[in-house]
């Protein structure tokens, strides 16, 4: 990572877009380059070619992540679809899907909500990965506006043996305040994720069925 880039632009679509991760993830294109978001003492956005985007698409709904758009959480109800660039029949990938606008933007004080952990994802062929957290779709609470929703690939150098404890699709423990940078280190896992892609939700009339579905 090189150019730091310092303009008043750049800086808001920092703060409006991306914010809070402790190692640059992808953030989108501009100007025919990559830009990430590092958090250090002060962030910035880096210029980069190192990430793939991750192509995200929810097959039920016909709708895609494309890096910040808004879909609703009734379109994102089941896992969607994942493909990335680079992945060769033996590779190992783990996946993550995370909220870092919980419960809002103003006050994430449960910043890094885990939605989705999926390890040993072979070849990128996540429906045949280990399911560490089941996948639960957007659920933003009324009145909190958007909320982003990053999926970030990471690659593993070989199959890992995970002895976290499962989180099912009807349950909320463990999920809140996740924190990436922690398992990264116990896994010996590169910082950096090989691909990522994000989009926002705000909430609809099909947030109280999520949210009952936790509380069981």
Not at 34 to 44: G, I
Not at 161 to 177: F, H, L, N, P, T
Request: hydrophobic content about 35%; glycine content about 8%.
């Amino acid at each position: 990572m090189r150019s730091i880039l310092h303009s008043t632009l750049n800086r808001r679509w920092c703060s409006q877009q991306w914010c809070g991760f402790p190692t640059p993830y992808f953030l989108g294109q501009r100007d025919g380059k990559k830009y990430h978001y590092s958090y250090n003492t002060r962030p910035h956005l880096y210029a980069t070619k190192s990430v793939f985007v991750v192509q995200v698409e929810w097959k039920a709904s016909g709708v895609k992540a494309e890096g910040g758009n808004e879909l609703a959480p009734s379109q994102v109800k089941s896992a969607p679809l994942l493909q990335w660039s680079g992945v060769g029949p033996d590779d190992m990938h783990l996946v993550c899907m995370l909220d870092p606008d919980a419960p809002s933007r103003q006050d994430p004080r449960a910043r890094h909500w885990l939605h989705w952990l999926v390890a040993n994802v072979p070849g990128g062929v996540v429906s045949k990965g280990e399911v560490v957290a089941a996948y639960v779709g957007a659920g933003p609470p009324k009145g909190t506006g958007l909320h982003r929703y990053v999926l970030l690939v990471f690659k593993q150098p070989k199959k890992l043996r995970m002895d976290e404890v499962r989180i099912g699709a009807d349950s909320g423990k463990g999920r809140s305040s996740f924190s990436v940078s922690k398992l990264l280190g116990k896994y010996k896992l590169p910082a950096a994720p090989v691909a990522s892609n994000f989009f926002q939700a705000q909430w609809d009339q099909y947030v109280p069925t999520l949210h009952k579905q936790l509380a069981k």
